[in-house]
T-cell receptor, first 112, second 115 residues
Framework: GQQLNQSPQSMFIQEGEDVSMNCTSS?????WLWYKQDPGEGPVLLIA?????ELTSNGRLTAQFGITRKDSFLNISASIPSDVGIYFC????????????FGQGTRLTINP | DTAVSQTPKYLVTQMGNDKSIKCEQN?????MYWYKQDSKKFLKIMFS???????INETVPNRFSPKSPDKAHLNLHINSLELGDSAVYFC??????????????FGEGSWLTVV
């Protein structure tokens, strides 16, 4: 089935560093979403992108919808300990059933 | 108040048993989903319902039967549980129609362990 390629799979950084992760696909997507999942919890929506080229910020988080509609990135600036978790990209295909396709996740670990 | 709530959060049961997970959303959304997250954290859709009508069934074994008594509730019943059914099951919801239909909100998950 359709999959998103999310990278990196894991990151180990120092507190205060900036973080960047991205998702790519061979298909065109209508929407890109970024979620964060804490241990023992469900994914929580961070940023939603609906237009090609759209750049959206949510506090220290910034995400962009790629011009080709086949990719998106998420940046986190000045990381803090509570940023630890798994980050998922998700997208809805421009033609297809009403469902989201998820990336494999990026596990972020922060050393204080 | 929790927007999407599901119960139970943890469930340990023996192979062959039948179990149900309940889900309720108070967001006024028309669409509800069940997603499965495997041990590698990969999230995959199982079912979606619009206003109690089944829209998506992603080739899930027929031992899994969703039921939507109304648009605010979507329950998942699993018959004859197998070891491979062990996973985290997430209920979710989203509004119907318009540009935001695919902005999905998840519940906290139900951790199912089959022994």
């Amino acid at each position: 089935g359709q999959q998103l390629n999310q990278s990196p799979q894991s990151m180990f950084i120092q507190e205060g560093e900036d973080v960047s992760m991205n998702c790519t696909s061979s298909s065109i997507f209508n929407t890109w979403l970024w979620y964060k999942q804490d241990p023992g919890e469900g994914p929580v929506l961070l940023i939603a992108l609906y237009k090609a080229g759209e750049l959206t910020s949510n506090g220290r988080l910034t995400a962009q919808f790629g011009i080709t509609r086949k990719d998106s990135f998420l940046n986190i600036s000045a990381s803090i300990p509570s940023d630890v978790g798994i980050y998922f990209c998700a997208g809805s295909l421009i033609q297809g059933a009403q469902k989201l396709v998820f990336g494999q996740g990026t596990r972020l670990t922060i050393n204080p | 108040d929790t927007a999407v709530s599901q119960t139970p959060k943890y469930l340990v049961t023996q192979m062959g048993n039948d179990k149900s997970i309940k889900c309720e959303q108070n967001l006024g959304h028309d669409t509800m989903y069940w997603y499965k997250q495997d041990s590698k954290k990969f999230l995959k859709i199982m079912f979606s319902y619009n206003n109690k009508e089944l829209i998506i069934n992603e080739t899930v074994p027929n031992r899994f039967s969703p039921k939507s008594p109304d648009k605010a509730h979507l329950n998942l019943h699993i018959n004859s549980l197998e070891l491979g059914d062990s996973a985290v099951y997430f209920c979710a919801s989203s509004p119907l129609g318009g540009p935001r239909w695919d902005t999905i909100y998840f519940g906290e998950g139900s951790w199912l362990t089959v022994v």
